[in-house]
């Protein structure tokens, strides 16, 4: 997760001048600060200090000479939740115990940040358990997405194929943490061990259920999204090399944090999405979960979904609070399981349940 962009280019440039020593490669990244800015070249120095900052980017550096390309449209989207029966039968099968044996797995690592063998480790550990949950469908396949920019962690995919469609749903998170300094303890248990373990247990239940969905459906788990969303712009860019149909794409980053004054809701991003994809994500919150939506906005590369906007897909990200009320303990050693609620997680467990179920459907009611 990235804060939304705080200030102007000369509070940009103030930030990158007068960084503290951070022991990281100093190899320079072009990262951009906005649509319509010019790319900016920093170190990584200057990268994890505007981290600090609270200012989102991506980072291009392996992309800025790529075309961008028109991708396939996607389908129709359903113009309200009609798979409730079957959703609901299967949301009390959502485990937050579940959740919260993975997320403390995943926050054991001294930190997942990509560069670090813990984070490749985490990646694994990822990769492990979707396969156990799998064990019983061989039609199910768990890979890992490697990437020469994400180095040595690999992004991890799982894909139930489709009955009668290759196009293609996705749930994402992403797997990598950091703190400020990047290799500090960083057990990331909000950012974004929440969203991982969601879309593990949504993953876990739809399995269980033997869902055959008529469309394909994919559970991601990105790597790098902490530094500029490198693993999640891999995946995109190769989806839309390969044009690839893309339903719609749902990314869960941040999830067990109920605002700093217990607010309790569902932050819903209107920037840098899909805005159809965005007004069918409020109507699963009001159909699947048990507390209210607000609009809230992120700033430019805040979160993985950027990636698959930037290609032309259509992308959603539900969040667990407005962006001003989020978890003031991510990036540092304090993201832990004392500062969380795993109820709250829950209800984004449900709704990005209802977001697959919903969008692998081919037909809808008129």
Known sequence: FWGPMKGTLFCFIAIISCVVSINV???????????????????????LTLKE????????????????????????????????????????????????????????????????????????YIHSTLTAYASDRSDITVTFFNSTNTKPQPSVIAKIPGAISTDTVILGSHEDSVHIGAFGRSPGVDDDGSGTVCVLEVFRTLVNANFQPNRTVEFHFYAAEEVGLLGSQAVASTYADEQRVVVGMMQLDMTFYDGINNENVVGIVTDNTDPDLTQFTRQLVEAYTLIPWVNTVCGYGCSDHASWTREGYRSTFPFESEFSQHNPYIHTEKDTMAYVDLSHGLEFAKLGLGFVVELAATEYLS
């Open 25 to 47: 490669d100093p190899e320079k990244r072009l990262i951009k600060l906005g649509e319509d800015s010019e790319p900016v070249w920093v170190t990584m120095h200057q990268l």
């Open 53 to 124: 900052a609270d200012i989102s980017f991506m980072d291009i550096t392996d992309f800025q000479n790529r075309p961008i390309t028109a991708v396939p449209e996607g389908p129709a989207l359903p113009n309200q939740p009609q798979q409730k029966s079957y959703v609901d039968n299967l949301l009390p099968n959502l485990s937050t115990g579940n959740m919260q044996s993975n997320v403390e797995t995943l926050s054991s690592f001294h930190t997942r940040f990509y560069s670090t063998k813990t984070g490749t480790e985490a990646a694994e």
